[in-house]
């Protein structure tokens, strides 16, 4: 059981560049959410997605973009990149179908990202 | 508006010591407390979560107390070792609205041995 899947595992973009991060999940979770780790700051919510075929802003939205391509699949794009994203990336699944919305977050062991 | 707020940022115990993790949040909805243990290179994961109908909760070595009055919670590890070395987050959620838990910054601990 793999749980939550994050590719790649580190990255190196420079400014301006655009790239995707996959995130897959096998647990058949309906939620889904990105975050972002810096040193400090704790998790940030990026995206989330309640459910297949909707999508949420978080806390710090700004400069990315996300797709909930299927209930497994949930992906983080950056259009243009920029070096204040440079930073560790997870995603998490939870199982909020449960009746009870307090299922706990299963993440992946996330993205490291390097703009320069 | 930080609504989870934990403290230390650090902290450093020898083997065999008693760290305690605090957090205070501000919003009384919140009735659901899960703490997360991450290690280096690794996600969070779900260690221990505590619900305000009780004041204490034992998993092991790990305890969480509640203070509902206060509005606080903490994380108490009992004799702790080296392979506790980890950053562990507090959060808090609302059962029955938001499915977003709310994440404390993080305490990174080190047990030296």
């Known amino acids: 059981n793999a749980g939550v899947t994050q590719t790649p595992k580190f990255q190196v973009l420079k400014t301006g560049q655009s790239m995707t991060l996959q995130c897959a999940q096998d647990?058949?979770?309906?939620?889904m959410y990105w975050y972002r780790q810096d040193p400090g700051m704790g998790l940030r919510l990026i995206y989330y997605?309640?459910?297949?075929?909707?999508?949420d802003k978080g806390e710090v939205p700004n400069g990315y973009n996300v797709s909930r391509l299927n209930k497994r699949e949930f992906s983080l794009r950056l259009e243009s990149a920029a070096p204040s994203q440079t930073s560790v990336y997870f995603c998490a699944s939870s199982d909020t179908d449960r009746g009870t919305n307090n299922s706990p977050l299963h993440f992946g062991n996330g993205t490291r990202l390097t703009v320069t | 508006q930080q609504q989870v707020k934990q403290s230390p940022q650090s902290l450093i115990v020898q083997k065999g010591g008693i760290p305690i993790i605090n957090c205070a949040y501000e919003n009384t909805a919140f009735d659901y407390f899960p703490w997360y243990q991450q290690f280096p290179g690794k996600g969070p994961a779900l260690l221990i979560a505590?619900?305000?109908?009780?004041s204490e909760k034992k998993e092991g070595r790990f305890t969480i107390s509640f203070n509902k009055s206060a509005k606080q919670f903490s994380l108490h590890i009992m004799d702790s070792q080296p392979g506790d070395s980890a950053t562990y987050f507090c959060a808090a959620s609302i059962e029955g609205g938001s499915y977003i838990p709310t994440f404390g910054r993080g305490t990174s601990l080190i047990v030296h041995p």
């Open positions: 997605s309640a459910s297949e075929g909707t999508t």
């Open positions: 505590i619900r305000p109908d009780v």
């Open positions: 647990m058949n979770h309906n939620s």
